[in-house]
């Protein structure tokens, strides 16, 4: 196995996690996370959900790692002066994989500019 398709195939899981949960969001079905299902179920409605920051958090940082991955082989042919296109598959999942990074990124800047700028009650 080469090392563009294991690249492929590694940001491929990765990029699982994400796509699960962004699925249950669009679809408004909570998961089910059995044995931490009583940590995320706070009663009080003012404390911060730490565990589903961070559960939301990690798979964000899983798309990460899995652009960089897919990223290096693309840099090291181009370094060895071959072509951005030598390794199609591994191109098309590091553009899918940083659409949504750049989506994401500006899902929280639309949300969060007006408490930026100053908007009273902005919550």
Do not use: K
């Not at 196995?1 to 699960?20: E, H």
């Not at 798979?59 to 960089?68: H, N, P, Q, R, Y």
């Not at 370094?79 to 990124?105: C, D, E, F, K, Q």
């Amino acid at each position: 196995m080469t090392v563009t398709r294991f690249a492929a195939i590694i940001s491929l899981i990765l990029c699982l996690p994400f796509a699960l949960l962004f699925s249950l969001l669009m679809l408004n079905i909570e998961p089910n996370f059995g044995p931490l299902q009583p940590l995320l179920n706070n009663p009080d409605p003012d404390q911060p959900d730490v565990l589903g920051s961070l559960i939301a958090l990690g798979t964000v940082l899983l798309v990460l790692a899995a652009f960089m991955i897919n990223l290096i082989p693309i840099l090291r042919t181009m370094r060895a002066g071959g072509s951005l296109t030598a390794h199609p598959v591994t191109l098309v999942i590091a553009i899918a994989t940083l659409a949504v990074i750049i989506m994401v990124i500006g899902g929280i800047i639309v949300d969060q500019y007006p408490c930026w700028i100053g908007v009273p009650n902005c919550d």
